[in-house]
């Protein structure tokens, strides 16, 4: 998917420089996520940092700006009695009381005397806490309360498993009343520093701990404010806990402001939409460009192209300004030369930027990488649909000659051979090998298990440059470029022809996963396939028969569709690629099929990521679960090290929804499309308010009736207006 993978079975190939290590799950760890811009942080849920060799941490621009932050009570880790990120994200919220504390033979502190909560949450490069310590006792105590502390600034691909062999060195002092300071002598020369500070001031400080003796009365409360900055610039940071929080807060509000709401009868249902909602708003980074989506925490938590192109086109419907940001940003960042370590080429679309030590030295080749195939024609293919959704020409002319560039390295670079088919290979032996979606080692590979050569030719990247050329002719003539409209209507009726031609196999029943270097088919059923339908390149007879390949028991699970099908080679339910669910997939394929009119199975699929979704911690969809078969009274087993949250995961439910409704929205001609709607069956209502059409706004209801829906327009602005076709 990204720059990481899972290990191959063992025997078999060997496994990239930038694969994910998993000695620890994440599942197992439950960790409390919070982030806000580049900054992020995994606690347990105790609110502590109190595993160095895993990824707990705090996180600043790919790097760990603080590595152990553990809180005891008399040299006694506490009792956990609650720990949860609120339903906004906004803030982690941790209670805590002491445990028995003996001292030889006496009990000295009996449990359950103090109680102890932490609120914390982070905003513009600073972690704050604040600890509310009470006595509940009804007789004086003192008590003393600990604060262990360290930084190890060490780079998220070292936690990830990637080793490095020399790196700078880390100091430590107390640099004030209530203050200590851990600085990197970093190799890229880059300062970064990370300030503790504590008020009051301890009872005693030392470079890694500090002390507080308190002096409780009965029903006494005493408050602790701990505040962590990653330092790594002159910028002033704010150090005090309630100028931030009201600053986090009026941040959070106008983020999620920008979006139209959801609100069904399902409570449960609703509570997924919330979590979802709330991750893609706090994954969303607002840059010089506008609001773009990280792709995931903890291994992603940084702008990609794909991830933020895909994310953007789920949430179109919904959050339209989040693709002008995405659309924005990468066309400020499009590949101007050819560069072979970075496999940079003229027109081409980021893949991923990194801020880390080890990206700035080229350690690791991602400080700005474009070993992508699919971000270019998915860049070209949602200005396309952004343009027909929002009517915006303003930012159509301001990106156009990006565009232009994109088809430009479509048709040379991105087809070397001339043959019509987008296909990679990557520049250099650091780069990735697979620049796809699937870009594990082991995720392209023919039906026998062999892995396929380079230069390979994925299935739904000719789908996707045929909607980036579909889409393309029409944003050329409403430029007044008709020759460049004829020119790309041209191309993406010649690539359908080739494309069916060259990707359809009998047998299968469907489309080939790809085409290897030697133009020989991968004939390996996969959820490629049905992205395949999302793009529209699929004639309808085809496509009838891809979703009945879709809905067979060796790729549906019940919890989803699998990214392979079980009867293939390579087929293993716990690995990345190859027979796990992904919920974006899932979506993307659940549009496909709407698009095609099977809206019944696209209600199926979106039945069973919800009901997923329902059964995770928080309500919150992962990047991906195994791919098990359901089973009665047992929920969906999880991957190990599975970004959450996700960008393209949190922004599922609501492009499955879009699919359910079939909705499309046309601001030329101010018109809301809902192509044979239906719900599925966990939702009876579903109410949608503040929806844009262009620059109109409509607030309607979709009710269940029979085997179909009503609607109903509540209440609009402009004239705008609602279809139905059933």
């Known amino acids: 998917m990204m720059t990481a993978s899972a290990a191959p079975a063992a025997g078999a190939e060997p496994v990239s420089h930038f694969y994910i290590s998993a000695h620890s799950s994440l599942a197992e760890l439950r960790p409390r996520t919070l982030k806000h811009g580049d900054t992020f942080a995994l606690f347990d849920p105790l609110g502590d940092l109190s595993t160095p060799h895993g990824p707990q941490g705090l996180y600043h621009g790919d790097m760990r700006f603080l590595s152990q932050l553990r809180l005891t009570i008399e040299d006694e880790a506490p009792l956990l009695l609650s720990s949860t990120v609120r339903s906004n994200n906004a803030m982690l919220d941790v209670d805590l009381t002491n445990a028995d504390v003996r001292r030889g033979d006496t009990l000295v502190l009996p449990k359950d005397t103090v109680h102890i909560s932490r609120s914390k949450f982070l905003w513009n490069g600073g972690c704050y806490e604040l600890l509310s310590v009470r006595n509940f006792a009804d007789a004086p105590t003192r008590i003393r309360i600990a604060l262990d502390f360290a930084a190890d600034f060490v780079d998220v691909f070292e936690v990830r498993g990637f080793v490095r062999h020399t790196r700078g060195r880390v100091s430590e002092r107390v640099s004030g009343v209530g203050r200590v300071r851990f600085e990197y002598a970093s190799l890229d020369k880059v300062p970064r520093a990370t300030e503790v500070v504590f008020h009051p001031a301890p009872t005693l400080l030392t470079e890694r701990r500090a002390t507080f003796d308190l002096e409780l009365g009965p029903k006494q409360r005493r408050a602790i404010v701990v505040t962590v900055l990653c330092r790594g610039d002159d910028q002033p940071l704010e150090e005090r806990f309630w100028p931030a929080m009201r600053a986090a807060q009026r941040s959070l509000r106008d983020a999620t402001h920008r979006a139209a709401a959801l609100e069904t ?369 047992k929920g969906p087993v999880l991957y190990p090290v599975a970004c959450a949250p996700q960008a393209w995961a949190a922004a599922a439910p609501f492009a499955l929804l879009q699919a359910c409704l079939g909705l499309e929205i046309d601001a030329q001609q101010r018109l809301v499309r809902l192509n044979h709607p239906c719900l599925p069956d966990s939702i009876d209502q579903l109410r949608i308010a503040n929806l844009h059409v262009g620059e109109d706004r409509i607030d309607m209801m979709v009710r269940r009736r029979g085997e179909g829906v009503a609607v109903n327009v509540s209440s609009r602005s402009g004239a705008a207006e609602v279809v139905v076709v059933l």
């Open 265 to 633: 009868s399902s409570s449960s249902v609703n509570e997924v939409l919330c979590r979802s909602m709330a991750d893609l708003c706090m994954l969303v980074t607002d840059t010089d460009r506008g609001p773009y989506p990280y792709a995931g925490v903890p291994w992603f938590s940084t702008a990609f192209g794909r991830d933020g192109l895909i994310t953007a086109m789920q949430m179109l419907w919904l959050y339209p300004s989040l693709a002008r940001g995405v659309l924005r940003y990468l066309a400020a960042n499009q590949a101007q030369t050819v560069d072979a370590v970075s496999d940079a080429e003229p027109g081409k679309i980021l893949h991923e930027t990194r801020q880390c030590e080890l990206a700035r030295l080229g350690e690791v080749p991602f400080a700005r990488y474009y070993g992508s195939i699919d971000s270019t024609p998915l860049f070209v293919a949602l200005a396309g649909m952004y343009w027909r959704t929002t009517g915006d020409r303003q930012t159509l002319e301001q990106i156009w000659p990006n565009i232009k560039a994109a088809f430009a390295w479509m048709d040379h670079y991105g087809d070397p051979d001339g043959d019509g088919f987008l296909e990679y290979r990557r520049r250099s032996d650091g780069g990735l090998a697979n620049q796809g979606w699937k870009d594990s080692n082991d995720a392209v590979f023919h039906a026998d298990g062999a892995l396929a050569e380079p230069a390979i030719a994925l299935c739904e990247v000719q789908g996707y440059a045929y909607m980036a050329r579909s889409l393309g002719a029409q944003m050329a003539q409403a430029l007044g470029e008709s020759a460049l409209a004829a020119r790309l209507l041209q191309q993406a009726n010649e690539l359908k022809e080739k494309f069916e031609a060259s990707f359809w196999d009998e047998t299968l029943g469907t489309y080939v996963l790809a085409l290897d270097g030697h133009k020989r088919p991968c004939r390996v059923r996969s959820s490629n396939a049905g992205q395949v339908l999302f793009t529209g390149i699929a004639s309808p007879e085809r496509a009838a028969r891809t979703a009945q390949v879709l809905a067979g028991r060796d790729l549906f699970s019940e919890w989803g569709i699998r990214t392979i099908s079980s009867r293939e080679r390579r087929y293993n339910p716990t690995s990345y690629h190859n027979g796990s669910i992904w919920p974006h997939d899932n979506a993307l394929i659940a549009l496909g099929l709407a698009r095609y009119g099977h809206s019944r199975q696209a209600a199926r699929v979106t039945a069973a990521i919800l009901d997923a979704a329902m059964q995770m911690d928080l309500r919150r969809l992962p990047e991906l679960f195994c791919g098990m078969p359901r089973r009665r009274d």
